[in-house]
C-alpha cells in the first residue's frame, strides 16, 4: 500500500515546482531529490519546495542544513514531517 504522505509529496512537489514532464507516481520514495537527472532540482527549488512544505504542513525549516538532510529524498522528507508536523496537518 503506498505511503499517503509520500504521495501528498509527490503531487506537491510536481506543483509546486512546475515539472510538467514529471509524473507525480514516477518518482520514487528514495530517490535523492537534489541534483537527480529525473528533476534537477537547484538550489531556488529547494528554497521553493521548503516555503511550500513550511505553509502545507506548519513546520519550521531552520537551516539550510536541516533542508538538505529533510529534502534528501521523498522517504526523507515524509518521515522528518512526521516527526514535527501535528497529526491533524499530515492527513489530506
Keep these: 500500500m503506498p505511503d499517503a504522505l509520500a504521495t501528498r509529496l509527490k503531487h506537491l512537489i510536481v506543483e509546486t ?9 514516477d518518482i520514487p520514495d528514495d530517490e535523492p531529490l537534489m541534483g537527480s537527472a529525473r528533476l534537477g532540482l537547484d538550489s531556488i527549488d529547494a528554497l521553493e519546495l521548503v516555503v511550500a512544505i513550511e505553509r502545507e504542513f506548519g513546520i519550521k525549516i531552520a537551516s539550510s542544513e536541516e533542508a538538505h538532510e529533510s529534502l534528501a529524498s521523498v522517504g526523507r522528507l515524509a518521515a522528518f514531517i512526521r516527526a514535527r508536523a501535528q497529526p491533524g496537518r499530515i492527513s489530506p
Design 17 to 25: 515546482l512546475r515539472l510538467p514532464d514529471v509524473r507525480p507516481e
